[in-house]
């Protein structure tokens, strides 16, 4: 991903994440201190589980490339969990893509706890708040 020959991405897709995981403990393990703003870990209502997989938005190439040289290839401290994560470029590039692509869905999303979590630094934002700010509606027009 990171060659001479690629162009470095900033919105990451990690995959192989369990499915018990929860975005709480991907927080723990990826504070928002690696320099990104977004993280979803998507989840399935009718599997009561996340879907193994999540999206990163990093702020820079530079914390982009960082993550990937930690995390590409390694398996997540999590019990039960043994399969290496495999970290790509997402095919969605850019934060407000990447908001308006979440809010697609967004009126399905029952819990709080499975919103994308945003950050402005290290300061946790409210992904209602954001939503709210830009006019969009929790619920399908």
């Given at each position: 991903?990171?060659?001479?020959?690629?162009?470095?991405?900033?919105?990451?897709?990690?995959?192989?994440?369990?499915?018990?995981?929860?975005?709480?403990?991907?927080?723990?393990?990826?504070?928002?201190?690696?320099?990104?703003?977004?993280?979803?870990?998507?989840?399935?209502?009718?599997?009561?589980?996340?879907?193994?997989?999540?999206?990163?938005?990093?702020?820079?190439?530079?914390?982009?490339?960082?993550?990937?040289?930690r995390?590409?290839?390694?398996?997540?401290?999590?019990?039960?969990?043994?399969?290496p994560?495999?970290?790509?470029?997402?095919?969605?590039?850019?934060?407000?893509?990447?908001?308006?692509?979440?809010?697609?869905?967004i009126s399905?999303?029952?819990?709080?706890?499975?919103?994308?979590?945003?950050?402005?630094?290290?300061?946790?934002?409210?992904?209602?708040?954001?939503?709210?700010?830009?006019?969009?509606?929790?619920?399908?027009?």
């Amino acid at each position: 991903m990171w060659g001479s020959s690629h162009q470095p991405y900033r919105r990451d897709l990690i995959r192989f994440i369990p499915p018990k995981a929860s975005q709480e403990d991907l927080l723990a393990l990826w504070p928002p201190t690696w320099g990104y703003n977004f993280l979803h870990l998507p989840y399935s209502s009718k599997q009561r589980c996340s879907v193994g997989y999540a999206f990163i938005n990093f702020v820079s190439n530079e914390a982009a490339r960082l993550f990937y040289s930690r995390w590409e290839g390694h398996v997540l401290p999590l019990k039960g969990h043994s399969r290496p994560l495999s970290v790509q470029a997402a095919q969605v590039q850019g934060v407000l893509q990447i908001l308006y692509l979440e809010t697609q869905g967004i009126s399905q999303v029952k819990n709080h706890r499975h919103l994308p979590v945003l950050f402005a630094g290290v300061e946790r934002i409210s992904f209602k708040a954001v939503l709210k700010v830009a006019g969009v509606s929790r619920t399908r027009q």
